[in-house]
């Protein structure tokens, strides 16, 4: 493979290699705390193989697991194995296997040891010196959020987060970053005392994969679309994260936190900020950022917030042919738990070229079937010259991205029904990834991991983008908060009534993907 190695800091304007050739990432360490966790084993640990496979990783490269087991560097190799053989992407190969595993190391501790994080210390000054990862060090926060500042103040005593001319510290952040506008300002406040804003890369897994960043491409990189994206044309855009699976065995995470605190604040915020942006000047992350945090900060909830929000709870129902319980009676879940398993809000974005257009979002868990999609809804032709009989199974124009499964863009419009008659239907006409292109799609944490060892962080929302979104959501959170208990709705349908209700009262319906 040809492909560029990464040895710094780079300026992008003397930036002048080809941008077709994929980027290695230079001499460095991934050290990741929490590596006993879900999330490490079925994501982090297999993506680290998956780019070890495609050889985007340096020779040098060095993975470290920080975490409170009683292991040593054979056990933490052996989990990593069983990690890589269960869930990475690419083929298991012995060679790439043999020359990643050289560089584990495994150091047992808790958050709050001293002792634990100075020998973290002298574990990457050896590996500086046996292996060569020059100083530069990642540290990856897969951890219970409340853990986030303690570690970052942990790296800060034992001088593991100071950046020099010649090695860079890097930190990584998963979701949920803070839980409303306050606490992820006061968030933000220790982590930027720590490390540098540049230095800080929170993770919006949505944002690394493909059909995501597709929208750029879609949006910016054809003439089609373009003139069709405003309030002219646009009636109304829906936003989509659907998943069918319940919560059993995730209360610890989710019980309290809820569906729009986990996806609507991050994932869906993020989406509408990439339909909704102008033009970036370039696609340097500095104007990628900047137009983003212009929508963020034009966006307004539609009010009232009890007509143009819905919330609520999976009850006992079917999914597929299996018989679920609802939420209350999932492992960890309390008989009076009124956290919300679907949430859907309404807002307008307010710009000359978004002005009046609604933007739906709307998750939910144990839903009818695992989708997220992004609808493009356009208005009905002002005029038909049909018999109104002709057109009666003829639906509005709609562009629908779909980002998983069965990634690609549908196109919906009508068409005439064969026959010695005029009749005009809705057809679809379907670009599919997975047929246009031979290669598989790489997973998203194996994007953002690279990124994060090239210091490349388009990405990665900034801090700004973090708090805006909260500033979105809070009303709308403190508004549920004073509303009592979420309506329930049976599992394995599209979610509460109320949902509906807020749609149908406009004249609008949600979509059933
Ligand atoms: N799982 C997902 O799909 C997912 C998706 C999006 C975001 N996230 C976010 O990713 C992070 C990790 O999630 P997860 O599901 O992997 O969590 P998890 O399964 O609960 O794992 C948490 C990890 O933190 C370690 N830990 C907790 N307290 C510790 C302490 N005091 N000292 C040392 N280690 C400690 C645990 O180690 P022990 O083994 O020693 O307990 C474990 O390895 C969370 O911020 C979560 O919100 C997860």
Redesign the pocket.
């Known amino acids: 493979m040809t492909a560029t190695v990464e040895t710094g800091w780079s300026n992008p304007l003397r930036d002048s290699r080809d941008k077709r050739l994929p980027r290695i990432a230079g001499p460095c360490s991934l050290v990741i705390?929490?590596?006993?966790?879900?999330?490490?084993?079925?994501?982090l640990m297999p993506a680290v193989y998956d780019l070890a496979n495609r050889g985007l990783l340096p020779p040098s490269f060095a993975l470290v697991g920080?975490?409170?087991?009683d292991w040593d560097d054979q056990d933490f190799g052996q989990i990593v194995h069983d990690a890589v053989r269960d869930h990475s992407r690419t083929p298991f190969r012995e060679e790439v296997w043999e020359r990643l595993s050289e560089g584990f190391r495994f150091v047992q501790?808790?958050?709050?040891?001293d002792a634990?994080f100075d020998q973290l210390s002298e574990v990457l000054a050896e590996l500086d010196r046996q292996r060569g990862t020059d100083g530069n060090h990642a540290f990856y926060?897969?951890?219970?959020?409340g853990?986030?500042p303690?570690v970052c103040e942990q790296l800060q005593r034992s001088g593991l987060a100071e950046q020099t001319e010649e090695h860079w510290r890097r930190v990584v952040?998963?979701?949920?970053f803070g839980h409303d506008l306050r606490s992820a300002q006061e968030l933000n406040a220790v982590v930027n005392r720590v490390f540098p804003e540049d230095a800080v890369f929170r993770?919006d897994?949505y944002l690394g994969k493909e059909t995501v960043q597709n929208i750029l491409a879609l949006r910016f990189a054809n003439q089609l679309f373009d003139p069709l994206w405003s309030s002219h044309y646009v009636d109304h855009v829906q936003i989509t994260m659907a998943e069918d699976i319940g919560l059993g065995g995730?209360a610890?995470?989710y019980d309290g936190i809820g569906a729009a605190r986990?996806v609507i604040q991050n994932h869906l915020l993020q989406l509408l900020a990439l339909v909704a942006m102008e033009e970036p000047v370039s696609f340097e992350p500095k104007e990628l950022q900047a137009e983003k945090i212009k929508v963020l900060s034009a966006t307004r909830n539609v009010l009232p917030l009890e007509l143009n929000t819905a919330r609520g709870q999976y009850g006992p129902g079917w999914q597929g042919s299996t018989e679920v319980p609802g939420l209350v009676d999932e492992e960890g879940f309390a008989a009076d738990s009124i956290t919300e398993t679907y949430a859907a809000i309404a807002v307008e974005v307010d710009s000359r070229r978004w002005a009046g257009v609604p933007f739906y979002l709307r998750t939910g868990k144990r839903l009818g079937r695992r989708v997220t999609e992004i609808a493009i809804v356009f208005k009905r032709a002002p005029h038909l010259p049909f018999d109104k009989t002709m057109t009666e199974e003829l639906g509005e124009n709609a562009l629908v991205i779909r980002v998983q499964p069965d990634e690609g863009i549908t196109l919906r419009f009508g068409s005439k029904v064969p026959g010695s008659s005029m009749q005009v239907r809705d057809v679809n006409m379907d670009f599919s990834y997975g047929q246009a292109f031979t290669e598989s799609s790489p997973e998203a944490y194996e994007r953002l991991i690279l990124d994060v060892l090239l210091g490349e962080p388009s990405l990665f929302p900034v801090n700004d983008e973090v708090e805006l979104s909260w500033k979105i959501l809070d009303p709308v959170l403190e508004h549920w908060a004073a509303s009592g208990r979420p309506d329930t709705y049976e599992s394995g349908t599209w979610g509460p009534r109320s949902a509906d209700e807020m749609m149908s009262r406009v004249g609008r319906t949600w979509r059933r993907p």
């Open positions: 705390f929490g590596v006993t966790g879900d999330l490490a084993r079925r994501k920080f975490a409170r087991r501790g808790a958050f709050d040891d634990a926060l897969s951890i219970p959020p853990a986030f303690t952040i998963e979701k949920p993770i897994h995730r610890g995470y986990d």
